[in-house]
């Protein structure tokens, strides 16, 4: 069954300090992946999403993502953050081959220190 | 179009009462599902609809849980009768097809069991 890992279920940072929230996923055949944020008491909204166009994705809010075969990862980051970013963090996968099945890791939860 | 709708958004019941938690789909999407968040387990898939029909219902907890999609553009989870344990935030998101195709979700019910 296809899965997703997040390591860290929190994560500190300082304002304007780099961002890395990591995902890895357990699949012999690259999966399609996705990145979602939830703001609190809100649903959960796409950031981007890996279409296999190409290796390093861009989202919204100056995140991206670069997926690695090799390491079977899709770690997202972002250059410097902001207050805004402060929320929860979804990593989620979905199995090439025609299931719409979407299963999500366990999130992790990122605080930005002033 | 306004995107996924989920009603109520808060609900409380007591303990042993049935609850229904009802979903409008957006127009036009072909998949929904059914997810649960606490705090101990995350973001868990319940079951998923494809055109309408149940294509996988094995995250559904037990008998007390069960999900209909009458039509394309509505559908209810039931819990009868509710537990204390089944306290959770309970989404519902929508999606056109698989592949990298992202689900939309709504805002979520917040479900309390005393």
């Known amino acids: 069954a296809q899965s997703v890992t997040q390591l860290g279920s929190h994560v500190s940072v300082s304002e304007g300090a780099l961002v890395l929230l990591r995902c890895n996923y357990s699949s012999s055949v690259p999966p399609y992946l996705f990145w979602y944020v939830q703001y609190p008491n809100q649903g959960l909204q796409l950031l981007l999403k890996y279409t296999s166009a190409a290796t390093l994705v861009k989202g919204i809010n100056g995140f991206e993502a670069e997926f690695k075969k090799s390491e079977t990862s899709f770690h997202l980051t972002k250059p410097s953050a902001h207050m805004s970013d402060a929320a929860e963090y979804f990593c989620a996968v979905r199995a090439q081959g025609g299931s719409e099945k979407l299963v999500f890791g366990k999130g992790t939860k990122l605080t930005v220190n002033p | 179009d306004a995107g996924v709708i989920q009603s109520p958004r808060h609900e409380v019941t007591e303990m042993g009462q049935e609850v229904t938690l009802r979903c409008k789909p957006i127009s036009g999407h072909n998949s929904l599902f059914w997810y649960r968040q606490t705090m101990m387990r995350g973001l868990e898939l319940l079951i998923y609809?494809?055109?309408?029909?149940?294509?996988?219902d094995s995250g559904m907890p037990e008998d007390r849980f069960s999900a209909k999609m009458p039509n394309a553009s509505f559908s209810t989870l039931k819990i009868q009768p509710s537990e204390p344990r089944d306290s959770a935030v309970y989404f519902c998101a929508s999606s056109f097809g698989g592949g990298n195709t992202e689900a939309f979700f709504g805002q979520g019910t917040r479900l309390t069991v005393v």
């Open positions: 609809f494809n055109n309408n029909v149940p294509i996988d």
